[in-house]
C-alpha cells in the first residue's frame, strides 16, 4: 500500500504541475480552464466523450475516498435496518445507508454541475485541503511514528518542507480565490 500510494502522489504530482507549468508557458493567462475543449477543439467527438469519461473515473475514486467520513457519521448516527433481499439471495442490505448514499451523491453532482465556476472552486477547494491533507497530518504521523528527535537536521529539514508547501498552498488558495471571487467572474 505503501508503495502504491508514493507512486500515485509522484505520477498525480508529475502530470498536474505538466499541465500548469507547460500550459502556462504556452498560453500565458489565457490559458483555459478545460484544456480539451478551451481551444474549440471539438472534434473528433467520441475523442473528447472519452477523456472526459476518464477524468470521471479518475475523480470517482478521490470522491469515494473523501465522503467516507461523511458516509461513516451517516451511518453511525441514522443508521437504518437490515434486510434480505429477495432477488440477491441471503445477501442483506442497509436500505437507509443505500437510499443516503444515492441522494448525497446525486445531491453534491447536481450542485456541481449547476454551480458557476466550477474549476475556480474547485482549485479554492483543493488549495485549502492539499497542506492539511497531503503534508502536514503525514509529515506528522511520520515525526510521531520513527520518533525522530526536535531540532535536528531531519527535524529541522521535514518542517522546512512542510513550511515551504504551506506557504504554496497559501499562494495558491489567494490565487484560487481571486479566480473564484474576482471582477472577470463575477
Not at 461523511?70 to 439471495?89: I, N, S, Y
Not at 509529515?139 to 531531519?154: A, D
Request: charged letters at 10%; hydrophobic letters at 50%; a positive charge.
Amino acid at each position: 500500500m505503501k508503495t502504491a500510494s508514493r507512486a500515485s502522489i509522484v505520477i498525480t504530482t508529475f502530470f498536474y504541475l505538466c499541465c500548469g507549468c507547460f500550459g502556462y508557458a504556452a498560453f500565458g493567462e489565457s490559458t483555459p480552464g478545460n484544456l480539451l475543449t478551451g481551444f474549440g477543439f471539438y472534434e473528433p467527438y467520441w475523442l473528447i466523450d472519452l477523456a472526459n469519461l476518464c477524468i470521471v473515473l479518475h475523480l470517482l475514486g478521490g470522491y469515494q475516498v473523501y465522503t467516507q467520513p461523511v458516509f461513516g457519521f451517516a451511518d453511525r448516527h441514522f443508521g437504518g435496518a437490515t434486510v434480505e433481499v429477495p432477488l440477491l439471495g441471503t445477501r442483506r442490505m442497509n436500505v437507509f445507508r443505500l437510499c443516503f448514499r444515492t441522494a448525497y451523491v446525486a445531491a453534491t453532482t447536481a450542485l456541481a454541475v449547476w454551480f458557476p465556476y466550477f474549476n475556480q472552486v474547485i482549485g479554492l477547494l483543493g488549495a485549502f485541503t492539499f497542506w492539511p491533507l497531503g503534508i502536514h497530518f503525514p509529515v506528522e504521523m511520520y515525526l510521531v511514528r520513527h520518533k525522530v528527535m526536535p531540532w535536528t537536521k531531519r527535524w529541522l529539514a521535514i518542517r522546512a518542507f512542510s513550511i515551504v508547501c504551506l506557504l504554496i498552498s497559501a499562494f495558491a488558495s489567494i490565487g484560487s480565490a481571486v479566480g473564484v471571487f474576482g471582477s472577470e467572474t463575477s
